[in-house]
């Protein structure tokens, strides 16, 4: 089984995004000749999972996004800074980040939705995140002059490390008791 270790290791390595079980059993069922059975990728994986989590390894493997990644871990954050820093033209903006936190919330809206709950114009921030792809059209509305209808992308996942919207913080993930100030300890 080591053997199916390392390829699994290798195809999330290469993979540009969160590689799914189905993806990689697929791959590995074309290139062995033979069904790979799903349950052998997920055993594999709780094992890959179970050894990058060991403190020897600057990175773990992560399920996110619906599929597996290697992480860099928190620690290492310092050491990584730089090459942030240097890549700072993909940060989002202020609002970019605002329009997106519209349409992941609110979606599918149009733009002219989005700018009703902004009061401002977003055409600049949408075209960006179009670049970015962490959002796409999902269609069009029926409304007057049939505006794009926008939504949140895959990629928006992966940014964000999320498996799913639900995964969105809530508000009540906001208000927590412990937080407040200068309540009375009983």
């Not at 149009?110 to 670049?131: F, H, N, P």
């Not at 992308?153 to 490390?161: A, E, H, I, L």
């Amino acid at each position: 089984m080591d053997f199916l270790h390392r390829h699994i290791e290798a195809l999330i390595f290469c993979a540009p995004e969160p590689l799914g079980v189905e993806e990689m059993v697929a791959c590995l069922s074309e290139m062995f000749g033979a069904v790979v059975p799903a349950k052998d990728v997920e055993e594999a994986l709780v094992v890959l999972c179970e050894k990058y989590a060991e403190d020897e390894f600057s990175f773990a493997l992560e399920k996110l996004g619906g599929g597996y990644q290697f992480l860099t871990k928190p620690a290492y954050q310092p050491s990584i800074s730089v090459l942030l820093r240097q890549h700072s033209q993909k940060r989002l903006s202020t609002a970019q980040l605002e329009t997106l936190s519209i349409i992941a919330y609110k979606q599918p809206l149009t733009k002219g939705d989005v700018e009703q709950i902004r009061g401002v114009a977003c055409d600049y921030s949408l075209q960006k995140l179009l670049e970015k792809e962490l959002i796409e059209i999902k269609g069009k509305s029926d409304g007057v002059g049939r505006p794009l209808i926008y939504g949140t992308s895959q990629k928006f996942m992966d940014y964000f490390g999320i498996n799913s919207l639900q995964d969105l913080p809530q508000p009540k993930d906001f208000s927590q008791p412990e937080h407040q100030i200068g309540e009375e300890k009983g």
